[in-house]
């Protein structure tokens, strides 16, 4: 569990309670759900990027379509 959480270091509650407070007196309360849903829009744009590249990688080479005219007998 401590694995994906290394970014966050020893950061308390109280530091976290701090950060929070810090970022709402910066941004004020009307602007930071504007900027949490452009940043969930990011994550997901990424998310579905990931997706389409992890699909193609998985997915069966393609056959080269034939476009030669077959002979008319």
Do not use: W
Not at 23 to 36: D, Q, S, T
Request: no cysteine; net charge neutral.
């Amino acid at each position: 569990m401590t694995s994906h959480l290394l970014f966050i270091g020893n950061l308390g509650t109280g530091e976290m309670v701090f950060i929070a407070l810090i970022v709402l007196l910066l941004f004020g309360g009307k602007k930071i759900p504007e900027l949490m849903r452009g940043l969930g829009k990011g994550v997901n744009s990424f998310k579905q990027g990931m997706n389409e590249i992890e699909k193609d990688i998985t997915a069966e080479p393609k056959k080269p379509e034939e476009n030669y005219q077959k002979e008319e007998k």
